[in-house]
């Protein structure tokens, strides 16, 4: 990778790969894997994906396709236009967005990013997830094209903490474009802490907008990045999941993993300076209570006037308070892990 970034008109054929000591098989099977295309093909994509970026900077077509290994400007410029929709002298005023298959704990994802930022990461088998990828084209003015993008290494390190419970908020860049509002309903998610959860309701109050709960759904619902953007952390004002575009098996688990996940700035000493106040009135109200405080309560206790024994709380309860375009899918394909995860 690092030898193909270097110089991306370089064509590493099966023969090289061998003589570098790398199996080819074993190779193709790597990028399949990972990235749902084979190693060649994926070299194509970076050679025009560079090309790309070069002609946006003001360099000239020719120089370009000759300088991306194409020994022709006709085969060059067929190539371009098949992946950009557009000829190499009208792509300067188009962006792109890359794309990248992550394999999680609880399945395949799709991540794509611009140059601002991330600006998706879904799970494969979401429904809305074709959607979502002509949107973000859309709004972005761009054509959508497997690739590498320096923001994937940050978000693939930075999900990897994540769920190995080490890392509690993300740095990495985010680019949403998208309404006032949207805006305004996705930068609040972004405050709910971790391991803490929120309401529609109480998001709506606080935009200041009460009446709009439904609006604020909506809104949440068209978050375009999972986990990041964490609308997992919203749920009903009965203490119910409410849907989830992963899947509520899903967002059950990150839930979990949140609440599971030890805050190491969690102070517990109730002697460090700002809780030993609290400690002293504690050992003053003891020490004045009656001597014969015990008997006292156990009076109270005994009340023939209270019931003897107090309800159990329903499950639900317990519950409740327990719980505070197509293409590019079906040419990466869903991985091994997400039929069982649906399972």
């Known amino acids: 990778?690092?030898?193909?970034?270097?110089?991306?008109?370089?064509?590493?054929?099966?023969?090289?790969?061998?003589?570098?000591?790398?199996?080819?098989?074993?190779?193709?099977?790597?990028?399949?894997?990972?990235?749902?295309?084979?190693?060649?093909?994926?070299?194509?994509?970076?050679?025009?994906?560079?090309?790309?970026?070069?002609?946006?900077?003001?360099?000239?077509?020719?120089?370009?396709?000759?300088?991306?290994?194409?020994?022709?400007?006709?085969g060059f410029a067929d190539s371009f236009k098949s992946v950009f929709g557009v000829a190499p002298s009208n792509s300067?005023?188009?962006?792109?967005?890359?794309?990248?298959?992550?394999?999680?704990?609880?399945?395949?994802?799709?991540?794509?990013?611009?140059?601002?930022?991330?600006?998706?990461?879904?799970?494969?088998?979401?429904?809305?997830?074709?959607?979502?990828?002509?949107?973000?084209?859309?709004?972005?003015?761009?054509?959508?094209?497997?690739?590498?993008?320096p923001h994937f290494d940050t978000l693939r390190q930075q999900l990897d903490e994540y769920f190995a419970g080490t890392r509690k908020s993300f740095t990495v860049p985010l680019f949403t474009p998208g309404t006032p509002f949207q805006q305004?309903?996705?930068?609040?998610?972004q405050s709910v802490p971790f391991g803490a959860t929120s309401t529609y309701k109480r998001q709506a109050h606080a935009l200041h907008m009460p009446a709009a709960i439904r609006a604020v759904a909506r809104a949440n619902g068209m978050n375009r990045i999972s986990i990041l953007v964490p609308c997992h952390r919203i749920i009903s004002?009965?203490?119910?999941?409410?849907?989830?575009?992963?899947?509520?098996?899903?967002?059950?688990?990150?839930?979990?993993?949140?609440?599971?996940?030890?805050?190491?700035?969690?102070?517990?000493?109730?002697?460090?300076?700002?809780?030993i106040d609290l400690f002293l009135i504690f050992i003053i109200l003891i020490a004045s209570l009656p001597a014969n405080w015990h008997r006292l309560g156990k009076e109270v206790t005994h009340d023939p006037q209270l019931p003897e024994n107090r309800m159990e709380e329903s499950p639900q309860k317990q519950n409740l308070l327990a719980d505070q375009y197509r293409g590019i899918v079906d040419r990466y394909g869903r991985g091994p892990h997400d039929r069982a995860m649906a399972a």
């Open 1 to 74: 990778m690092d030898a193909l970034s270097a110089d991306p008109s370089k064509k590493f054929r099966d023969e090289e790969l061998t003589r570098m000591g790398l199996e080819p098989s074993a190779i193709r099977r790597w990028f399949l894997k990972n990235h749902g295309i084979t190693f060649h093909a994926y070299q194509r994509m970076f050679r025009l994906n560079s090309a790309f970026r070069h002609l946006r900077e003001g360099a000239p077509v020719t120089g370009t396709a000759f300088g991306s290994g194409y020994d022709s400007l006709s």
């Open 92 to 149: 300067r005023h188009r962006n792109v967005i890359n794309i990248e298959r992550l394999d999680t704990p609880l399945g395949t994802m799709f991540a794509c990013a611009a140059d601002a930022g991330v600006c998706l990461l879904e799970f494969s088998d979401r429904k809305m997830l074709e959607t979502e990828l002509k949107d973000i084209a859309r709004l972005h003015n761009a054509e959508i094209i497997p690739g590498h993008n």
């Open 184 to 189: 305004k309903v996705w930068e609040l998610l």
């Open 237 to 275: 004002e009965d203490g119910q999941l409410t849907g989830y575009g992963g899947g509520v098996h899903r967002k059950q688990w990150l839930l979990d993993h949140e609440k599971r996940t030890p805050d190491p700035k969690a102070d517990t000493n109730c002697f460090k300076s700002g809780h």
